[in-house]
């Protein structure tokens, strides 16, 4: 705000607060102090209600402060100028169809959580599991993660922002530029197959090397209990989470409102559901029952994108979620690692001596690098991605 208009509106305040003194503007003859609408401050609306100017609002609030400090009156009634001014304010500085957005994901927020923490609330409300299997739970819930949090977690969230610019929000293919479409499907096709192999990576080689990591992290009382299997399970799990998330990245991207609000009736009932299982698998299969109700959620959501994202890309030539069905010959390769490293945890793995458990790391590394050579050689398109997303990032990073 200019000094000027500043003065300007100090002298009209006090000009009128003067004039006020002697009887002549609040309420005449009544003695009380107004404060008269200065010209180019105030404007008259169609119903004779007193408002500011848009391009003085600055100063209007200035008037604001004024009368709120000298205790004045208005000459106009003052009620009716502050709804003005609040929504003169509100329309000026709150797009609405952004906020019913917002307020639309905020309730889905809050539904997440229940699917994402329902399993703490059902262990502690309900005592399902006693304080040492809780722990492992814990435990075990917190090594898987890591994963997802370091691998996983950045992938969402920087290709929830790129589909969120590339595609217009609402709109159907038809109405989205070609260009941008094209751009949209090949990325979400390499991004399912990148977190599609990464999940089977991880669900294949951590089977077999859960209960080595278990015990090298906390020794026999992780590594001889129920740690192993669910272990074991949360490797599977990871599988799922690193589909859904990339899935739902895209969809939640391309929602309108009503679609997020319909999700949000899908994610109730699914959320009572997750907890009904809950309850039922921990005391059919122990804590390993909270990993498999887990499992069924996030297949439950994952089925849910897929539909949206098959309509969505169904009156076009493109089609995305071909990035969920892997090389078969890399699936072959990924049968056999599971199996050669499977005997080779039965045989070497874990109560043999170190020199045991060499062994069965080194048959895993044999596994892994037999793994990683077929994926250069049957996904050139996913490595190609890879090269030109990810490393120019690294290296920047490293520079």
Request: glycine residues 10%.
């Given at each position: ?104 994901f905020f309730k889905q927020s809050f539904l997440k ?180 109700a887990n499992c069924f ?103």
């Amino acid at each position: 705000m200019s000094s000027d208009r500043i003065s300007k509106a100090r002298l009209c305040t006090v000009e009128n607060e003067e004039s006020g003194r002697r009887g002549g503007l609040g309420q005449p003859g009544s003695g009380r102090g107004g404060v008269a609408a200065c010209p180019g401050l105030l404007s008259r609306g169609a119903a004779g209600t007193m408002f500011p100017s848009p391009s003085l609002l600055p100063e209007a609030l200035v008037l604001l402060v004024a009368v709120q400090c000298h205790g004045l009156q208005w000459q106009e009634e003052p009620m009716p100028w502050c709804r003005g001014l609040s929504l003169l304010f509100l329309q000026t500085f709150v797009n609405w169809k952004e906020a019913r957005l917002t307020w639309s994901f905020f309730k889905q927020s809050f539904l997440k959580q229940i699917l994402t923490e329902g399993e703490r609330y059902v262990m502690t409300f309900l005592n399902v599991l006693n304080f040492g299997d809780q722990g492992v739970y814990d435990i075990v819930n917190n090594l898987g993660s890591l994963v997802a949090r370091f691998i996983f977690l950045p992938i969402e969230e920087s290709f929830y922002v790129f589909f969120a610019k590339v595609l217009e929000r609402g709109k159907s293919v038809k109405d989205q530029k070609k260009g941008d479409v094209a751009m949209a499907a090949n990325v979400l096709e390499s991004l399912l197959k990148l977190v599609l192999l990464t999940g089977l990576t991880v669900t294949v080689f951590g089977y077999a090397y859960s209960q080595l990591a278990l015990d090298i992290y906390g020794g026999s009382t992780l590594s001889s209990g129920t740690g192993p299997d669910l272990f074991r399970c949360y490797s599977l799990y990871v599988l799922f989470l690193a589909v859904n998330g990339v899935t739902e990245c895209f969809t939640f991207a391309l929602m309108c409102k009503e679609e997020v609000d319909r999700y949000n009736f899908v994610m109730l009932a699914l959320s009572f559901t997750f907890l009904c299982i809950s309850y039922f698998l921990t005391h059919w299969h122990g804590s390993v029952g909270f990993i498999l109700a887990n499992c069924f959620n996030m297949g439950i959501r994952i089925a849910h994108s897929i539909h949206y994202i098959y309509a969505y890309f169904q009156e076009s030539t493109y089609r995305p979620l071909m990035g969920l069905l892997p090389s078969p010959f890399l699936v072959l390769i990924y049968i056999i690692s599971g199996v050669i490293t499977g005997f080779s945890e039965v045989f070497f793995c874990c109560d043999k001596g170190w020199m045991a458990r060499v062994i069965h790391v080194s048959m895993g590394a044999l596994c892994f690098g037999t793994t990683i050579v077929t994926m250069f050689c049957t996904e050139r398109k996913l490595i190609h991605f890879v090269r030109r997303q990810f490393l120019p990032r690294y290296l920047k990073k490293g520079s």
